[in-house]
């Protein structure tokens, strides 16, 4: 198993520039997620799904589009990119929704944007 | 709202020394409790977890944490400091509702 996969690991994007960034895994998990993790303020989930075509939004959503036509992937879209959206992405996968379980992460994005 | 509280934003031991980093939580209910640690430039590994039961879990490299429900807390302990043991760690609840919350994370140095 490959385990929580993403892609590309660094970017840097112009102001108003769009871009996807990728994540899979091949665990066969129902429930997915993206964090932004941003200096001093700890790991802030952005969408979240918990199951094929089905999407929510987490704390921080505005500027993010997300989708999940598959179980194994779960992209992230940034439509016109920001400053404010210089950050490291982090995306994550779990067992299940009902009970609980815990977050297996991937390696992370790091986005530059200028 | 769901928050999670790390108060050391930095600590730093001696290798060999002892280690408590603490974690408040504020929720109505007992959430699911997690101690996350990440090494520079990596993702989050999953030191351990607290569902229900036993208040005092084991986790992995030697960490331990105690769940004291009349304290909101969920401190993490580990005995003897190792030197590889430096790095960042996240306290996470989550309500439960898969949605986690993360603090804002307690960098550790290690001294030799």
């Known amino acids: 198993n490959a385990g929580v996969t993403q892609t590309p690991k660094f970017q840097v994007l112009k102001t108003g520039q769009s871009m996807t960034l990728q994540c899979a895994q091949d665990?066969?998990?129902?429930?997915m997620s993206w964090y932004r993790q941003d200096p001093g303020m700890g790991l802030r989930l952005i969408h979240y799904s918990v199951g094929a075509g089905i999407t929510d939004q987490g704390e921080v959503p505005n500027g993010y589009n997300v989708s999940r036509s598959t179980t194994e992937d779960f992209p992230l879209r940034l439509l016109s990119a920001a400053p404010s959206q210089t950050s490291v992405y982090f995306c994550a996968s779990s067992p299940g929704t009902v009970y609980y379980n815990e977050q297996f992460f991937g390696p992370g994005t790091r986005l530059t944007v200028l | 709202a769901q928050s999670v509280t790390q108060p050391d934003i930095h600590i730093t031991v001696s290798e060999g020394a002892s280690l408590e980093l603490r974690c408040n939580y504020s929720?109505?209910?007992?959430?699911?409790l997690f101690w996350y640690v990440q090494s520079p430039g990596q993702g989050l590994q999953l030191l351990l977890k607290y569902f229900s039961g036993d208040t005092l879990v084991q986790g992995i490299k030697g960490f331990e944490a105690e769940f004291k429900r009349s304290q909101s807390s969920f401190n993490l302990r580990k005995p003897s400091v190792h030197w590889s043991d430096a790095a960042e760690y996240f306290c996470a609840v989550d309500p439960p509702r898969n949605q986690f919350y993360f603090g804002t994370g307690t960098s550790l140095t290690v001294i030799p």
């Open positions: 665990m066969n998990h129902e429930y």
């Open positions: 929720y109505g209910a007992t959430p699911y």
